[in-house]
């Protein structure tokens, strides 16, 4: 072998010698997580319960895990459980009465009626009847790791052979709020406070929904735009309340000309991943 072969074989062996051994390790971290949504109010006991757990999404809105079960709402501004049914509007208001009509309830049950009384009152052209109490709220708690819409859906429970009202007559709004204040209970004793660790904005209620007429077939009432969740902490601290308002007559009131009777009707709210 020549000392130019020798060089060159040397050279390669170096080459060779030089290469280091590979290997190679894939790790892969997977984790899912689906959208999710609570809501929560509470039970005909007062006791504040997850009505429905929902996850996941799609065209059936997800699967609830406490499928079957309807809480009642809250009394708007505390944790009390409404009642299954609500009470009407109460007593007719005098406006624009020249002397006060000076109404007594004698028997308090919370109605005008026979046994009730008032004073002779002097009117003029801008007198007008409406009714007191005629306007309810409740509400319910939303936390959720996604957006989410709400579907309502109102039905009649009067039977209507019997009122002069429909749906139409009760006027209905929903709104939401992360008001970190503590809730009022039925005893006066203050309750856990929520939303301090939720977003104060997460969709828009639907305007063209102003009366109850308006779901008699479900509809949108609420379009969902973020997730509840905007920083770390509980359930409560997560929420946002949702208010219901219904008025009779609307945002014009009762008149004499809606006519008489009691109208009732039951709204169900479907919170759903879309």
């Not at 051994?21 to 999710?36: C, E, M, T, W």
């Not at 929902?54 to 009642?83: E, F, K, Q, Y």
């Not at 969902?224 to 309340?241: D, F, L, P």
């Amino acid at each position: 072998m020549n000392l130019k072969k020798a060089l060159l074989a040397g050279a390669a062996l170096m080459a060779v010698a030089g290469m280091p051994a590979q290997a190679s390790i894939v790790d892969n971290p997977h984790f899912r997580v689906l959208g999710l949504v609570v809501v929560w109010s509470a039970d005909a006991g007062g006791n504040t319960v997850v009505n429905d757990f929902v996850i996941g999404a799609g065209a059936a809105g997800g699967t609830d895990l406490i499928s079957g079960t309807n809480g009642n709402t809250v009394v708007t501004g505390s944790l009390a459980a409404t009642a299954t049914s609500v009470g009407g509007a109460s007593n007719f208001d005098i406006t624009g009465a020249v002397t006060s009509p000076n109404f007594s309830d004698v028997n308090s049950d919370g109605f005008l009626d026979a046994g009730d009384t008032f004073d002779a009152f002097t009117i003029d052209d801008t007198t007008d009847v409406g009714v007191s109490g005629a306007q309810l709220n409740s509400s319910f708690f939303v936390a959720s790791n996604t957006a989410f819409n709400i579907v309502a859906d109102a039905d009649l429970v009067t039977d209507p052979a019997t009122t002069d009202f429909t749906l139409a007559d009760i006027g209905f709004s929903l709104s939401h709020t992360n008001d970190d204040t503590g809730q009022t209970e039925a005893d006066g004793t203050t309750a856990f406070a929520f939303g301090s660790a939720a977003n104060a904005s997460v969709g828009t209620s639907t305007a063209a929904v102003t009366d109850l007429g308006d779901i008699e077939t479900a509809g949108t009432v609420f379009t969902g735009s973020a997730r509840t969740a905007a920083n770390r902490g509980t359930i409560q601290e997560q929420s946002v309340r949702f208010d219901a308002t219904y008025t009779l007559g609307g945002t014009q009131g009762y008149d004499l000309s809606m006519g008489a009777g009691d109208v009732e009707a039951d709204v169900t709210y479907t919170i759903f991943v879309p």
